[in-house]
């Protein structure tokens, strides 16, 4: 209740603030739980800023505004249609109340194993652009995320968007979150699959990435690897699912335990070809 | 518009229209939170953290110099007995040389401000000797366990319950089949969405007045004044509209807490709002239970005889275990004709949270025993187990587990035949047949009965104020606070039925111990039920009354042949009338009032068992329940949905059939969640589900559309023939989702909440 | 120690200008200081959607907002939708059709619905669900609080009921 709270319109307002240590807020709904206690002395709240938002095609990239909130991404036909995997976890990340407030930007830079957006962007290969004062740069997701709440932020950088490279249109994108409820609920598995067959429907490329199953998303490279040159059937979709139950590394928490984990984490590959769950 | 200034008591609890649910529908309604005094100051309490321990010390001074504070509290400040509780006063307001569990209260504060409040927190050290605890009622009763009260005579065991009938130990023996079986059923969390709270201030003339989120502002006073050493007469509670309870408002949450700070605030308000965290760390749970049952039936699956032990873990403090334990031990055989039983109860202090009242409660886990143990029997016999439990019903004039004859209509029979005739379970074969993909489906059914009322012991007593205003209309004083079962609109529908008026003529005066009479709690099914023929007796009181004073003016020699019509009393022979309001006019306030009272009657000829529970044993009217219900598993994941959940109910007639399938519906709700989510995870007597983000109860996507079907009854004694049951309709789901799940994939459930990973160990085909 | 800032904004249709902290959560600023209770803190986490209210015609979660958040803003509460005397077919369906019994999840759940609505007019019993998912009842099972939408709904569209 004693933070100070700025609201700067744009980004030349935000970065004199971050160098006197305000905290980054975008929707407010990780920050504001997580630090109930205390707030830090001086938030920056990035929801004014105009140039962190908007959804739009470049250079065969969807772009995609750090501070778009996921219920209006949800609404942007770029994302429905053509990044139908993100689409998906998007649909079913918090609430329709949480979904009003929260962010991309904010979900990755929370950068929790079960956060919901993530996995769609692993497997979607995304990339983060970052700004600072100095100018922006590009890095990939995979790899900005270094461990649960650590990411490759400089001090003075925040993350401005996210960037996509469009999808093939043929490709299959799928997404399935476990959770223990239908909505509330922080995922204990999740599958985000992005694979592209060619006419005979043999994959030409799969990409898949596991969440809540390590301490940060994985890109199971093994289980990928095993299901290129193969038809997507129950037979190559199990040893997928075998080979997605050695790569990654969950843990026993509250809300499930290792061993469950691993069980489901491989079973969720048979579902790419049933119908939606 | 211009904003509001924040609630004076004066426009509180006040005159409430009738129309209470669009009054909350607009957000106009103002409960117990709402109530925010211009400079009031505010309590938080201080919780030990550590569920056993000797209490060093308590360092407040750091607190005490936080700007903003006025008052740090300790036991050594506790006037009075520092002892609350409902009928047992075991548990202390502020903890002085033990903490018997980790929500114990061991400091009060006060401050000016909800930031100094929080600032002044963070600085007490408790200085705390952790101490081996006890976590488990069974182990809790072995000889060189510690001990949660030490000196008591009894060591850890608060009571010990045995309720028999017949010889059910010889009779087993006879019994061409016995199944057997051990279950187990936890703690849960009733989630009011209305965290408990309450604002309080010292009055002039040194009372004591308090607004609070109560169901019982009557015995509230008692439960205050034993604790601070205060004259119980002297203080005043009121109890506006609830925002939930379910049990978890019977008995002090905060009340005890809240007025030792108004002694210490000059007079000033004060206000008290638990946080959710602490609401879980410090609030009452419904007990977990183990049960063990042998229940032995012949060989077309005629009951014949049911022994069982029941273990309820009380925390460490009794609250209302013992009448718990007592209900559980008189539902235990469930709504069946068993002619022999042996049902023993043991309940036990541990320092796990404390256990308290909770819907249905002791009923719940007895059911869920008794149910799990039918289907054992059915799948033994290879009998249809809706069948089997139609073919034991208890009907009425028969004994039930506890030898007391069924006098009051007993349902269960038409209950689960309607529920048998419903297409979810009908037509159960073709639905499972039609699973989808990694989808297997199932049906279970179950049924239940659930006592109505306080049982012997203690009265359960109502008195009911009625007046007419000076303007014609009229003013109920209601006893018994409304958390949302619709008992303030019911009593309105029973008042203006009885005096042949409109509705919109009635206001309610909500309960406030200094205008309306004592009636009991807001609890055990009963408020319609005894408050509502507390009322129709003053309103036949009124109603001669008024007839009688009209024929003064109307010159009628015989006041019988008047009638009561909207607005008046008329004199149908002459076509003259008076109008209400000229009565009221002419009227002194004393005589136009009425008051009357109600007592539930009790069993005339109670069984010769159960003789150590003094209250709360044996009761005379219940009401029954079947449920069906149908689940679908997922294969890859565990996951189960609850496809449909279809609800019979027998209590009598049914006066508002919206205001019973509104309680039919809540009551499934929170017995889903029971079985399928609801996990509260208590290790080493630490909660660690302790929010909403850990502890989950079913959203709107967790739930089918709850069905309710009505089922034909009339309970002469009724305010129109009906019984009390608010509580009966949370039974049904868990061992209905039970038996569907062994339907679905062959998991034997003895313990709840269902997981995901049993499910998928069950679809393996890896035994539990 | 944070300095008060004046914040300008719409109120309920009104425009209101406030001195406060700018760090104060927004529940907090209207129940305590614009005596507009009907938000209500069941969890002060976001877990339990008691204190929606409409900002800019979003519905939000007013207990993980901060008040200087609300510059220039649109807010509109439960209260805003309708009174007493004027209430908006939200209320009086919820009303109606019982789906109202403690209530105090009420308010949050007519602010998510009169969002739903305003984007989706006519609107079936899976989208009134989803809709509703981010507010806890524990009263009702929810099954009548969907009638009540779907009823508002077409009263709204102007049809019979």
């Known amino acids: ?277 | 518009m211009s904003p509001s200034a924040p609630a004076d008591p004066g426009s509180f609890t006040g005159m409430s229209q009738n129309r209470d649910p669009l009054s909350k529908a607009v957000g106009a309604e103002r409960y117990s939170t709402d109530f925010i005094p211009p400079g009031c100051l505010w309590a938080a309490a201080k919780r030990a953290g550590m569920p056993h321990a000797r209490i060093v010390a308590v360092h407040v001074e750091e607190a005490r110099a936080v700007d903003g504070v006025t008052a740090v509290l300790t036991r050594a400040d506790v006037p009075g007995s520092n002892r609350q509780g409902i009928v047992h006063k075991d548990q202390p307001v502020l903890a002085g040389d033990m903490v018997r569990h980790a929500g114990d209260a061991v400091a009060l504060v006060v401050a000016e401000s909800r930031e100094a409040l929080a600032e002044a927190l963070s600085r007490i050290r408790l200085e705390l000797e952790p101490l081996p605890g006890i976590f488990d009622p069974e182990d809790a009763l072995a000889p060189d366990a510690p001990l949660v009260h030490p000196g008591r005579e009894n060591g850890n065991l608060l009571a010990r319950g045995l309720v028999a009938k017949g010889d059910a130990r010889q009779a087993m023996r006879a019994c061409d089949v016995v199944v057997e079986g051990e279950f187990e059923t936890p703690m849960q969390e009733h989630v009011f969405l209305e965290p408990p709270n309450g604002t309080a201030r010292m009055t002039p003339n040194g009372g004591l007045e308090m607004i609070v989120s109560t169901q019982a502002p009557f015995r509230d006073r008692f439960e205050i004044a034993h604790a601070l050493g205060l004259d119980p007469m002297r203080i005043r509670v009121r109890a506006p509209y609830l925002g939930g309870a379910f049990g978890g408002k019977d008995g002090a949450t905060v009340q005890c807490l809240l007025a030792l700070a108004a002694l210490k605030c000059g007079g000033r308000w004060v206000k008290m709002c638990w946080s959710r965290e602490e609401t879980f760390l410090a609030g009452y749970k419904r007990h977990a239970a183990r049960m063990r049952i042998r229940l032995g039936a012949s060989r077309d699956g005629e009951l014949q005889a049911l022994d069982c032990v029941m273990y309820l873990d009380s925390g460490p403090y009794a609250h209302l275990g013992v009448e718990i334990m007592a209900l559980g031990l008189e539902h235990a055989g469930g709504p069946y004709h068993i002619p022999h039983t042996r049902l023993e109860g043991f309940c036990v202090y541990t320092n796990n949270p404390v256990g308290g009242a909770f819907r249905g409660f002791g009923v719940v886990q007895a059911g869920f025993a008794l149910e799990r143990s039918m289907d054992l029997l059915a799948s033994r016999l290879v009998l249809d187990p809706a069948e089997l439990r139609l073919k034991n019903a208890l009907r009425t004039g028969e004994q039930g587990g506890a030898g007391v004859t069924m006098e009051s209509p007993s349902g269960v029979a038409q209950c689960l035949e309607a529920v048998m005739t419903h297409p979810v379970w009908a037509n159960r074969m073709a639905w499972k047949a039609k699973a989808p993909p990694f989808k297997r489906r199932g049906v279970g059914i179950a049924a239940s009965l659930n006592a109505m009322g306080y049982g012997r012991g203690l009265p359960d007593a109502a008195a009911a104020k009625l007046e007419l205003t000076r303007t014609g209309t009229f003013k109920i004083f209601n006893s018994v606070p409304d958390m949302g079962q619709g008992n303030a609109a019911a009593f309105v529908q029973i008042a203006a039925t009885a005096l042949s008026q409109g509705s919109s003529c009635f206001e309610l005066v909500q309960p406030d111990t200094r205008l309306c009479l004592p009636a009991g709690s807001s609890s055990a099914s009963r408020t319609t039920y005894t408050f509502g023929n507390a009322l129709l007796r003053a309103c036949e009181a009124m109603r001669e009354k008024l007839m009688a004073r009209a024929a003064l003016v109307l010159l009628a020699d015989d006041p019988s042949r008047l009638r009561l019509v909207p607005g008046a009393v008329a004199d149908e022979t002459t076509g003259r009338s008076v109008p209400l309001a000229l009565l009221g006019a002419m009227l002194q306030r004393d005589d136009r009032i009425c008051v009357d009272q109600f007592v539930m009657p009790v069993v005339e000829d109670p069984p010769d068992t159960g003789k150590e529970f003094k209250l709360g044993f044996p009761h005379r009217f219940f009401s029954h329940a079947a449920c069906v219900c149908a689940v679908e598993a997922d294969e890859l994941t565990g996951g189960v949905e609850l496809v449909a959940c279809v609800t019979a109910v027998e209590c009598g007639r049914v006066l508002n059939p919206q205001g019973v399938e509104r309680q039919v519906q809540g009551a499934a709700a929170q017995g889903a969640g029971f079985v399928l989510l609801e996990k509260i995870s208590s290790e080493g007597g630490r909660i660690l589900a302790g929010d909403l983000s850990t502890y989950l109860i079913p959203t709107s996507l967790d739930l089918p559309d709850l069905e309710w079907v009505a089922v034909d009854g009339d309970e002469p004694s009724g305010p129109s023939g009906l019984k009390g049951m608010g509580e009966v309709g949370i039974h049904g789901p868990a061992p209905a989702v039970a038996q569907a799940l062994e339907d679905a994939v062959g998991l034997k459930i003895s313990r709840i909440p269902v997981e995901p990973e049993d499910v998928l160990r069950a679809l393996r085909g890896v035994r539990t | ?161």
């Open chain 3, 1 to 161: 120690m944070s300095k008060n800032i004046t914040l300008a904004f719409t109120l309920n249709g009104e425009p209101v200008s406030i001195e406060t902290r700018p760090g104060r959560r927004v529940l907090d600023l209207l129940r305590d200081d614009l005596g507009l209770t009907a938000a209500k803190e069941g969890c002060g986490s976001g877990e339990c959607g008691a204190c929606a209210v409409l900002v800019d015609g979003t519905a939000r979660l007013s207990c993980l907002m901060l008040a200087a958040q609300l510059e220039g803003r649109e807010v509109i509460t439960a209260e805003g939708l309708g009174t007493v005397e004027n209430p908006h077919p939200l209320q009086v369906e919820f009303a109606a059709h019982g789906a109202v019994q403690c209530g105090y999840c009420t308010p949050g759940m007519t602010v998510a619905t009169a969002e739903l609505l305003a984007r989706a007019p006519c609107p079936d019993r899976d989208e009134v669900r989803e809709a509703i998912s981010g507010n806890l009842c524990r009263c009702t099972g929810y099954v009548k609080i969907v009638d009540a939408v779907l009823a508002a709904a077409k009263a709204m569209r102007g049809e019979e009921p």
């Open chain 1, 1 to 277: 209740m004693n933070a100070d709270v700025r609201c700067p319109h744009d980004l030349a307002g935000l970065w004199p603030l971050l160098e006197d240590g305000a905290v980054v807020m975008a929707g407010g709904t990780d920050l504001l739980v997580r630090r109930r206690g205390e707030l830090p002395t001086v938030i920056a709240c990035l929801e004014r800023i105009v140039s962190l938002r908007g959804v739009g095609e470049e250079d065969g990239f969807v772009r995609m505004g750090a501070c778009e909130t996921h219920a209006r991404l949800l609404l942007h036909p770029l994302v429905r249609d053509c990044l139908p995997v993100l689409a998906r976890a998007l649909a079913v990340l918090g609430s329709p109340l949480i979904r009003n407030m929260g962010t991309l930007g904010g979900n990755i830079v929370t950068a929790s194993p079960a956060g919901d957006t993530l996995a769609p962007l692993y497997a979607l290969d995304a990339q983060v652009e970052l700004a600072s004062r100095l100018g922006t740069r590009r890095v990939s997701l995979d790899g900005f995320i270094a461990g649960p709440g650590i990411t490759r932020l400089d001090p003075g950088e925040i993350v401005a968007a996210v960037l996509v490279p469009l999808p093939a249109p043929e490709a299959r994108q799928h997404f399935e979150k476990v959770g223990r409820r239908k909505a509330l609920a922080i995922s204990v598995v999740s599958l985000a699959a992005v694979i592209r067959t060619d006419r005979e429907g043999v994959v030409a490329e799969a990409r898949l990435a596991l969440g809540s199953v390590g301490s940060t998303v994985i890109r199971c490279k093994e289980a990928e690897e095993s299901l290129a040159g193969r038809h997507l059937d129950r037979e190559s979709l199990l040893a997928a699912g075998a080979a997605v139950r050695r790569e990654i590394a969950p843990l026993d928490d509250l809300r499930a335990s290792a061993a469950y984990r691993r069980d489901v984490a491989g079973n969720l590959l048979l579902r790419i070809i049933a119908a939606t769950p």
